[in-house]
């Protein structure tokens, strides 16, 4: 089955700098790549995800990359903000009735 | 999108009982998930449940101890039965986004249970 991969697991950056987080996964026939923001004693929200048809998908602060042949996404997060501060989640599935696979997350700190 | 209201939204429980948790959609879905997430941990899928047929576990997960129902479209429970301490998690249903949104999933508020 597949299997998530994701870098880094702490991630603090300064307020103004961006923030980069990657994940590689296994299975060739995901196709979907939806990235999670989950903060605390809340549940997880959808804030950017990619298909396989295309390989870059933006929105305002938030940028996702998909390398279907390296098998690798990354989220992309610029001019950071205190409010981008909790655990962000890649996933992967093969889209339709399937379930996600979740990678481990990433704790990512915005510090003023 | 699709709503999913999911109750307990927590609980306090005792080793040995059991608790249902439930979650309602505001439509028809075919599909329904179970996540659990371990404190400070990413989500694990339970099982799958799909109407009218048994949930399909995950490695890991047995329908003697996560027993599921999906009675219909729009509801699904699951079970923690027998509960430990080991069992102190954060329990999340959710649901595919069908043809407009598919593959996304959307998440009920979650269950968090402790077990003394």
């Known amino acids: 089955g597949e299997n998530v991969e994701q870098h880094p697991s702490t991630l603090s950056v300064q307020e103004g700098d961006s923030a980069v987080i990657k994940c590689t996964y296994s299975d060739s026939a995901s196709n979907y790549f939806p990235w999670y923001k989950q903060e605390l004693g809340k549940r997880p929200q959808l804030i950017i995800d990619?298909?396989?048809?295309?390989g870059e998908k933006k929105d305002q602060r938030i940028a996702v990359t998909l390398n279907k042949t390296a098998k690798h996404f990354s989220l992309h997060i610029t001019e950071t903000q205190p409010e981008d501060s909790a655990v962000y989640f890649c996933?992967?599935?093969?889209?339709?009735?399937?379930?996600?696979?979740f990678g481990k997350g990433t704790r990512l700190s915005v510090i003023a | 999108s699709a709503v999913i209201s999911q109750k307990p939204s927590r609980d306090i429980c005792q080793r040995g009982t059991s608790l249902t948790i439930q979650c309602q959609v505001d439509?028809?879905?075919?599909?329904m998930f179970w996540y659990r997430q371990q404190p400070g941990q990413s989500l694990t899928l339970i099982a799958t449940a799909n109407q009218g047929s048994e949930a399909t576990y995950e490695s890991g997960f047995v329908i003697d101890k996560f027993p599921i129902s999906r009675p219909n479209l729009t509801f699904s429970t699951l079970t923690v039965s027998n509960m430990s301490p080991e069992d102190s998690s954060i329990y999340l249903c959710s649901c595919n986004g069908g043809a407009t949104y598919p593959g996304e999933l959307f998440f009920g508020e979650g269950s968090r249970l402790t077990v003394l």
């Open positions: 990619i298909r396989s048809n295309v």
């Open positions: 439509s028809q879905v075919t599909m």
């Open positions: 996933a992967a599935s093969n889209g339709g009735n399937t379930p996600l696979v």
